[in-house]
C-alpha cells in the first residue's frame, strides 16, 4: 500500500559538520537504492526547507518503519506518516495499463 | 514546477445532500479532465478522512490558483498548498529518461 | 496489519435527537458485527467524551478507509489514524502462541 | 481500571549511547515483566515513530504513576494519559466469557 | 481516586435562553447532590468565563464517565480530565488524620 | 483569594543530579511550610507526569508570584495561573459552616 | 489588585443587526462608568481587530468575574485573564506621589 | 502611538549567573529611563511568570525596534507586539483634559 | 510607516451569494482607491486561498483600523497586522532616489 | 512569479558572536545583490523581533529554495514560503504602465 511521509531535518548547531556530511551522503545513497527497488515511489524537496515529502510502497506499517529507522539521518528526522488509498477520481490506473501495453508493445520487438 | 496540495473538504451539516452529490460528482469529472491534461499528476485518498493529498504540475501560482478555485467543491475544501522542487537524492530523472527512451524506442515502429 | 484510530463524535446542537439516536443504534450493531468478523479488535470509550480509542486489524488503508466511511455517525466523527507494527518489547506473539495451544488442546478432545 | 498511555521517547543528540542501549535494553525487559504481571496489557509501537500506545490495566492514577515513573527511559519520555472506560458497543465481555469457557473445558480434563 | 476535570460551557448563540436556564438550574441542584455524597469533592469557577475547576472523588474512569454523561449541560460542555495522585509533598494526609480526630474525640460525646 | 496553579517540572538532561535532588527536597521542605501556613491549600502530582495541580489562597497576584518565583525548582518550571472564585454550584460554604460547628462544639468541652 | 484582559468580540453573521447595535451603545456606557468609578482603569483597541486590551482594577477574581459577566456583549466575547503585580522596574510609583503631591498642592488653594 | 508589548524572559539553564544578574540589573536602569523619557509608559510583570506586560508610547514600528533591540536582556526576550488605538470607549481624553487643567491651575500659583 | 496585513476571507455557507458578490465588488473599489491615494501599497492573492498580503503606509494603529475596519468584506475577515520597518539590508531608499531623479530629469522637460 | 517569504532568526545562545557578527555582514551583502538583481523585490523588518518579510521573484520553487538555502545565515533560520499571484483588485500592472511610459519617455532625450 502508499503511504505519504513528511520528513524535516533538524541538526543541532553543535553536531559535527563532517559528520552531517557524511552521514547526508549514505542518506542519498539509500534513498536511491529503495527507489530502485520501487519502494520509495517518490521523493520532492519542500522549497525553502531542509524536509521532503516523500511517497512510500510498502506492504506495512512494520515494513515502513524499518525502512525508515534504519535511514542514515533517522536520529534528526521529525517523521509524519499519513496512509494513503486510492483516490475515486484518479486516473492512475487507466495510465499504469497504457504504460504496460506500452512496454508490452515493446517487448514484442 | 511541481505543488503539493493538501485538500480537506468539510460539508456543513445542512448543506443539501442532493447539492453536496452533484458538486462531488463534478469534483471528479474535473479532476479526471486535469490530470488527463497532465495538470494534476497524483491524487491519493487520506485513509480516514474526505482529504486527498495530490501534486499539480502548473506553471506559476496563478495557474494554480485558477485551477483550484474553481474546482466545484473549493467553497467547502481547506486547502494547504507546499510548492515542491527537485529532491538530489531523487532518480525521477533517470526514470522519466528511461521511459522517454522506450517511448521512442516504440515510435520507430 | 494494526491501526490505531481516534475517534470523537460531534454531533451539531440542531440535528435531530432522533435521527442522533437511530445512527447511534446503527453504529453500536455495526461496531458489534466488525468486532465478530475480527476486524474491529479493541474499541473503548474515552472517559468524560464522546469519543472512543479503537484498535483495528484490516489489510490496508483501503480495507480501513471503507470501514470507517460507512459508519452510521461518520458524518459527525473527527478521525484520527495512526498505523501500528509490533513493537519489540512486546510479548503478544508469546500469548498467542499460548492461547493457540490451548485451543489445540481443546480440539483434540 | 484501563488507561491507554502514548509515549514517545526523544534521546537528547549528545546523550551517550553506550548509557542510551543500556537503558533501552532494561526498558524492554521492564515492559515484559509487566506485561507477564497482567499490568501492561498491550503495547504497540507507532509507525516512522520512537514512540508507542500502549494500555494498561492497573487500580488508579497512583500505581500507574509509580509504574510509568519507574521505566528506565522515563526521564526522556515523553507521556499523554488517556483514562478509559467499556464502550456500550463492545463485544470484550462475550469474548472473555467465551474465553474463560474454554480454559474452564480445558481444566476438566 | 482523585480526578481533576476542567468544564468549559459553550452555548451556541440561537440556543432557546428558557431551555438553557432550566438545564443550569438543574446542573446546580446536580452538582450539589455530588458534592454532597462526596463524589464532587471541589468545585470553582474560572474567573472570567463559563467555566469550572472540579476534582471529583470517583472509583474509575467509567464511574467519571457516567457522572459526567449525565450533568444536564453536558451537550454543551468540552471537558478536560486529568487522572492525579498523592504528592509526596502533600500535607492532606496529616490534616485529614487530625479531621478524623477531631470528629472521633466530638463522636465520644 | 484563590488560585489554581498548573506546575509541570522539566529538568535539562545535563543538569546535574545531585543539585537536582536537592532542590527537590527543598522544594518539598517548601511546599509543606506553605500548606502549613494556609496559602497553599492543595497540591495534587498529575499521573505519568512530573507536574502538579495546586491551588493557593493568597491575598493578590503579588503574593503569589513572591511564593512562585521563590520556590527551589522555580528556574524548572512551567507555570500555568488561573484565577478562581466561588461558584454558585459550590456547597463549601456550608461545610465550613458544619465544620465551624464541629470546632466550637468540642472546644465547648 | 491590577488584572489584564484581553476581549474579542465574535458577533454570529446571523445575530441581528438591531440587537448587536444596542448592546454595543449599552457596553461603551457600561465601560466608562467602569472608568470613573476607577475599576476599568484603561481600554485600548487593538488596531485591525474588533477587540481591546484593558487593564480593570479590583479586588479578586470575583469581583473582575462579576463585572466581566455582566458586560452586555459578554456572550459574544472570548476573554483572556492575566493577573499583574507590580514590576520591580516600573517607576509608577514614584509618579503616583509626584500627582498626589501636585493634588495636595492645589487642595491648598 | 501606543504598543502593547508582552515581553517573556527565557533564560537558558546553563548561562553564566554573574552575567544575567548584571543584565537584568542594567535592564532595570534602561526601563527606569525609557519611562522617565515618556516612550514607556506601563510595565506590569505577569503573576507567575519572569515576563511583563507593557505600553510604549513611539511614534512608529521603526523607533519600537530600535529600543526593544537594545535593552540589555533583549537576547532572552521573546516579544509579541500589538499595535493599540484610541478605544471608542475610553474615557482617557477626559482624564487628560481633567490632569492638564489641575497643572495649569498649579502653574497659575 | 508600513503595515503588514494578512486578510482571509471566510464566507459562511448560508449567506447571501448574491450580497457576497456586491460586498465583494464594492470591496475592489475600495482597494483601488486606496492604491491610488497611497495607503494601500501592495495586495497579493495568496496562492490556493480566498485571502491577500498586504501592505500599508499609513501613519498609525488608528487610521490603519479606520481603512480595515471600513472595508466592505470586513465583518468575514481574519485579519493579521504585523509592523514593520526598514530593514538595513534594504536597498529600497537607494532606489527611491534614483527613482526620484529619474522623476526629476523628465519634471525638466 | 511572486514569493512571500518570512524570515526569523534563531541564533543559539552558545555561538559564537564572531561567527554571527560575520554571518550577518555577509547575509546583508547576499541580500543587496538580489535585490540588485531582481531577485529579491523587498524586505522588510518585523518590529520587535529578529526577522524579516521579503517578496521575492523567481521563476519557480528550485530557484526560490537555491536563493534561500545559501544564504548565509540559513541554518539559523526558520523560514516560511507562500506563493503568490495577481490580485483582482491590484494596481500593480496600471503603475508599472505609467513608470515604463515615464521611462520610455525619458529614454527619448
Redesign the interface.
Known sequence: ?????EIVVR?????GPEEIKALSAA??ER??TL??EGKWL????????WA??S?FNVK???E??EI??LLPLY??MK??????????????NERTVELQE??A??SV?
Open positions: 500500500m502508499l503511504w505519504h511521509v541538526i543541532p548547531h553543535d553536531a542518506e542519498v534513498a536511491k527507489q530502485r517518490h521523493i520532492w524537496r519542500i522549497a525553502g526547507k521532503n515529502i511517497v506495512d506499517g512494520a515502513l518503519h525508515l529507522a536520529p534528526y517523521i509524519k506518516v499519513t496512509p494513503l488509498c486510492i483516490h475515486p477520481a484518479s486516473i492512475e506500452l512496454a508493445d515493446r520487438f
